[in-house]
């Protein structure tokens, strides 16, 4: 499998509600957070791409600033602009 095929599989594994950073979906791979963002650029629309943040809750900016916009309407806990990471951030299984 691909860096871009584990990385989608793990931001489809990520549940509406909840976030994952770029970081922590490189850990899950095998792969650095650029080589996550890079690979998130290639997935198509039916990937879940706003559930993919900076480590400090900052959504993606791509797709013309949706994804604050779309985290808010799956009820993902925020503080201000960002992301609350304590309540939001999801944590995979062993």
Known sequence: MSVVDDVREAVLSIPAGSVASYGS????V???????GRA?????????????????????TCHGGRARELLVDEGTPMRGARVDMC???HRWGP
């Open 40 to 60: 998130m650029g290639l997935l198509g629309e039916g990937v879940p791409w706003w559930r993919v943040v900076r480590a400090d809750g900052t959504p993606a």
């Open 87 to 89: 309540r939001a951030e």
């Open 25 to 28: 979906v490189g850990r899950r």
């Open 30 to 36: 095998g792969a650095g957070p650029r080589q996550v």
